[in-house]
Nanobody, 116 residues
Framework: QVQLVESGGGLVQAGGSLRLSCAAT?????????MGWYRQTPGTQRELVAS???????HYADSGKGRFTISRDNAKNTVYLQMNSLKPEDTGVYYC?????????WGKGTLVTVSS
C-alpha cells in the first residue's frame, strides 16, 4: 500500500513563504503518475491547488498562479509545493495526492496557517 508522507506546514505571516514536501513510500510506484496538492478548509470540499505529471506537466488553480510552484523529484518519488506571497485565504490543510493506474492515494495532510 502506497503511503504519502507530507511535511513543511506551519504558521506564517501574510507575505511569507512555505515549502511543502511529500514523499511516496512503500507499495509500488509506477513510472507514469500524477502527483498533486489539494487544500481543504472547514466546511468545504478538498480543492486542487496544483498538480504535476511524471513528465513535468503542471496545472495550477487560479488562486495560486504566479505565487505557487509545484515540482517533483522522480528518483525520490517526492513532490514539492513552494508557496510564496502567502495570503490568509491560503490557510487550510494541504493534502498530497498520488494518482496512478486509475487509483488515488492521499496523505494525512499538513496544516498551513497564514496570519494577517
Amino acid at each position: 500500500q502506497v503511503q504519502l508522507v507530507e511535511s513543511g506546514g506551519g504558521l506564517v505571516q501574510a507575505g511569507g513563504s512555505l515549502r511543502l514536501s511529500c514523499a511516496a513510500t512503500r507499495g509500488v510506484i509506477f513510472e507514469i503518475n500524477t502527483m498533486g496538492w489539494y487544500r481543504q478548509t472547514p466546511g468545504t470540499q478538498r480543492e486542487l491547488v496544483a498538480s504535476i505529471t511524471n513528465s513535468g506537466s503542471t496545472h495550477y488553480a487560479d488562486s495560486g498562479k504566479g505565487r505557487f510552484t509545484i515540482s517533483r523529484d522522480n528518483a525520490k518519488n517526492t513532490v514539492y509545493l513552494q508557496m510564496n506571497s502567502l495570503k490568509p485565504e491560503d490557510t487550510g490543510v494541504y493534502y498530497c495526492n498520488l494518482n496512478q493506474v486509475g487509483r488515488g492515494y492521499w496523505g494525512k495532510g499538513t496544516l498551513v496557517t497564514v496570519s494577517s
